[in-house]
C-alpha cells in the first residue's frame, strides 16, 4: 500500500511516500529556518504563508522521487494536530483536496504520535509496553506506549518546551536560530560542569517537565545580576561554549532521569525518543548509557528522522488504516 504523507505543522513543508508503513521510497524537507531566522523564532503569518507557496511543488518532489504517480497513490495522510493552526490548515486542505480528487482515503495523524513512530521506520523488533518521550521544539511529552498507536500521556511541560528552550537560551548566547543545532556543537568545545544551573524536578513522582526556570537562570547568569542590562563584560567564546554545554546537560539530566523513572513506574520494556531535540548528540549519547546501565532497550530515530518529516506520518498511517481509523473529509486541524 502506496500513502503519501503530508506535514505541514510548524516550519517545515514535507511530503513523503512510504509503502507498507516502513519503506521510505521518498521524504522531501523544505525547511523555512532562513525566512524565521530573523526574528529568533517561528512566526506563525510567515510559516503559513511559506507552506502555502511551497507545498504543491514540495508534493510532486516526493511522487517523482518516489518514482509513482499520483493515480498510484492508495491514501492520503496528513497531520492535522498539534501545530500552528494556520500552518496545519495548509496541508490538512492539501490532504483533503487531494483525497477528494483521487477518491482515497484520508488519515488524520497526531504530529507526536508520528514522531514516535519515527523509531518503527528503522527498528522492526520494537516490544510494548514503552515508555516514549517526545522532545521538540512545541512539547516536551512523555507517553505510555501500549503499541505502536496507542500512547498515553502521562507527563509534559508545564511551561517551556525543551526544543524551545534551547532555541531561547540560543538567543540569549546570541547564537542565532534554531538553537538546538548550534549548542549541541558548541557544548562540544564546553566544560558541562562549569555552571550549576537549577534542574526542575517539580514534586516527588512527578512526570512534568518545567524549563522555564533554567532559561531565565541562563540570562541571568549571562548577562549579570541585573538581566536588563547587557552587563559589563562580554563573555569569552569559551565561557559561552560552556555555559551552552552546563545548559544542555540541566535540560538532559531532567529528560533522561523522568523517563527512567517512568519506565520503572510503568516497568515497560524499551525506551523510545523522538521529536527535534532528540538529534542532540549528548542526548543520544546519556539515552545509550543510561539503556545499558538499566538493562532496557533504548531507540532513537537517525537525526534526519527525528526533526519533522512526513515519513513518520505516511508510516504511522497505514499502521492506523489497518486499525480502520479513517478519517472523514470534514475532519479538523486542531492547534
Ligand atoms: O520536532 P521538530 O523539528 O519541530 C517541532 O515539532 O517542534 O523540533 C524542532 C526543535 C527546535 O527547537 C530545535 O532547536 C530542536 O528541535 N533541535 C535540537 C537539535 N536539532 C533540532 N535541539 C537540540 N539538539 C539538536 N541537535
Ligand atoms: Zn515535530
Not at 493515480?71 to 496541508?91: F, H, Q, R, S
Not at 505502536?148 to 547564537?175: N, Q, R, Y
Not at 545580576?225 to 535540560?251: H, L, M, N
Amino acid at each position: 500500500m502506496l500513502i503519501l504523507g503530508i506535514e505541514t505543522s510548524c516550519d517545515e513543508t514535507s511530503a513523503a511516500v512510504v509503502k507498507d508503513g516502513r519503506e521510505v521510497l521518498s521524504s522531501i524537507i523544505l525547511s523555512q529556518d532562513v525566512l524565521h531566522r530573523q526574528f529568533g523564532g517561528v512566526v506563525p503569518e510567515i510559516a503559513c504563508r511559506a507552506h502555502l507557496e511551497s507545498i504543491v511543488s514540495v508534493i510532486n518532489s516526493a511522487l517523482s522521487d518516489a518514482k509513482v504517480q499520483l493515480a498510484e497513490i492508495d491514501a492520503i495522510a496528513v497531520v492535522n494536530t498539534p501545530g500552528l493552526i494556520g500552518a496545519l490548515l495548509i496541508g490538512v486542505t492539501a490532504a483533503k483536496t487531494l483525497c477528494m480528487a483521487l477518491d482515497v482515503p484520508l488519515l488524520a495523524i497526531n504530529h507526536l504520535h508520528a514522531h514516535i513512530y519515527a523509531n518503527n521506520l528503522e527498528h522492526e523488533d520494537i516490544r510494548y509496553p514503552t515508555i516514549s518521550l517526545v522532545v521538540s521544539g512545541g512539547h516536551t511529552t512523555l507517553f505510555l506506549s501500549e503499541s505502536e498507536t496507542k500512547h498515553v500521556p502521562l507527563g509534559w511541560t508545564i511551561d517551556d518546551a525543551a526544543g524551545e528552550a534551547f532555541d531561547k537560551v540560543s538567543k540569549i548566547l546570541g547564537l542565532g536560530y534554531p538553537g538546538g543545532p548550534v549548542i549541541d556543537k558548541l557544548a562540544r568545545c564546553g566544560n558541562r560542569r562549569a555552571v550549576i544551573f537549577p534542574r526542575a524536578y517539580l514534586e516527588k513522582d512527578s512526570l512534568d517537565f518545567s524549563f522555564s526556570g533554567l532559561k531565565t537562570a541562563v540570562l541571568y547568569y549571562y548577562r549579570g545580576q541585573d538581566a536588563r542590562t547587557s552587563g559589563s563584560k562580554t563573555p569569552s567564546e569559551q565561557e559561552v561554549a560552556d555555559i551552552a554545554a552546563s545548559f544542555q546537560e540541566a535540560v538532559i539530566d531532567v529528560l533522561i532521569d523522568k523517563t527512567v523513572m517512568a519506565s520503572k513506574m510503568y516497568n515497560v520494556r524499551g525506551i523510545a525518543l523522538g521529536g527535534g531535540v532528540a538529534a542532540n548528540s549528548r542526548l543520544r549519547q546519556r539515552l545509550e548509557e543510561t539503556s545499558k546501565e538499566i538493562g532496557i532497550s533504548a531507540y532513537c530515530p537517525s537525526p534526519r528522522l527525528c526533526t519533522d518529516n512526513a515519513a513518520m506520518v505516511a508510516g504511522l498511517a497505514y499502521k492506523q488504516y489497518l486499525k480502520g481509523d479513517i478519517s472523514l473529509l470534514d475532519v479538523e486541524a486542531i492547534p
